[in-house]
């Protein structure tokens, strides 16, 4: 399995690129060298908090739920990465980790769920997560997912694709409108 961002609508321009361990300490310079690349930009000040509030939540969601492999291997696309692009009419925001091949089916089911709904259902949902402040055991509440969406207005983008039998690589996008 070879992965890249092909099926997820690569951008013409390119703001960052990575790839490798994610931690606390690369989440703060990812942020920074986005902050930066955005900044040169001069992009007005509500997209650029839905770009930095969505691209949080993508780094969160690869820290807190990614799998950690004890080889990933570049070549077949099982690293951990990340892609912030810029198009004339839309910032996209790509990124991609290991997971539990178990655990594909719910989050698959979950996502498709929230694109089921329209403006108002996500603020439902998230109004109802919120009250319930039900938090996982990798300390996610299920928020992050409908935020991205409901910051977004757009549908959220994804794939799994096996590795072996027991992870597979979750690929996901999401398009802020500029």
Do not use: W
């Not at 807190?64 to 077949?76: A, C, R, S, V, W």
């Not at 694709?161 to 996901?172: C, G, T, V």
Request: aromatic letters at 8%; hydrophobic letters at 35%; proline letters at 4%.
């Amino acid at each position: 399995m070879k992965f890249n961002f092909k099926h997820l609508a690569e951008p013409s321009d390119i703001i960052l690129v990575y790839e490798g361990k994610f931690d606390m300490q690369t989440t703060k310079s990812v942020l920074h060298l986005a902050e930066r690349n955005i900044d040169s930009i001069s992009e007005d000040p509500s997209i650029k908090r839905k770009v930095f509030n969505i691209l949080v939540e993508c780094l969160q969601n690869v820290i807190k739920h990614g799998e950690h492999l004890e080889d990933p291997d570049p070549d077949q696309g099982t690293v951990p990465r990340l892609v912030i692009g810029r198009e004339q009419q839309y910032y996209l925001i790509a990124s991609g980790n290991a997971m539990l091949t178990e655990n594909v089916e719910a989050l698959k089911s979950r996502i498709d769920h929230i694109n089921s709904l329209d403006k108002e259902g996500l603020k439902n949902m998230y109004k109802q997560i919120m009250r319930n402040n039900d938090v996982s055991e990798k300390g996610g509440a299920g928020l992050g997912l409908v935020d991205m969406a409901r910051k977004s207005g757009d549908q959220l983008s994804y794939q799994f694709d096996p590795i072996d039998k027991k992870f597979s690589f979750f690929s996901f996008k999401t398009v802020i409108p500029r």
